[in-house]
Nanobody, 129 residues
Framework: QVQLMEWGGGSVQAGGSLSLSCSAS????????MGWFRQAPGKEREGVAG????????HYAVSVRGRAAISRDTDKNTVHLQMANLNADDTAVYYC??????????????????????WGQGTQVTVSS
């Protein structure tokens, strides 16, 4: 089992930025990917960004590409998501996810990765105008 602890989020003004962090513990190893998904009311869950923790390769959803950055602290098994220029469409519950036997952030965001993932409890991000 992998346990995930998330922090960050909250209310943000449109045009502002957010910072989310997630730490993994438990039965983790060097094959772990971590990332973020989000789900807005009435919408399906969407993969936002993923990273292969050991290698550092990243993948982003088209909707956030160019204004999101995911990074990792390998010593602490922690990932950080920074997003800028937020708008109302970014309002959602953001979930941290982690998967093992994963070697690319893009795989984490794929259906196979989603099926294999461990999940955090989620943190609300609300963008107001």
């Amino acid at each position: 089992q992998v346990q995930l602890m998330e922090w960050g989020g909250g209310s943000v003004q449109a045009g502002g930025s957010l910072s989310l962090s997630c730490s993994a513990s438990g039965n983790i190893d060097s094959t772990m990917c971590m990332g973020w998904f989000r789900q807005a009311p009435g919408k399906e869950r969407e993969g936002v960004a993923g990273i292969y923790v050991r290698g550092g390769t990243t993948h982003y959803a088209v909707s956030v590409r160019g204004r999101a950055a995911i990074s990792r602290d390998t010593d602490k098994n922690t990932v950080h998501l920074q997003m800028a220029n937020l708008n109302a469409d970014d309002t959602a519950v953001y979930y941290c996810a982690a998967a093992l036997k994963c070697y690319a952030g893009s795989w984490l965001l794929s259906p196979a990765g989603v099926d294999s993932a461990y999940w955090g409890q989620g943190t609300q991000v609300t963008v107001s105008s």
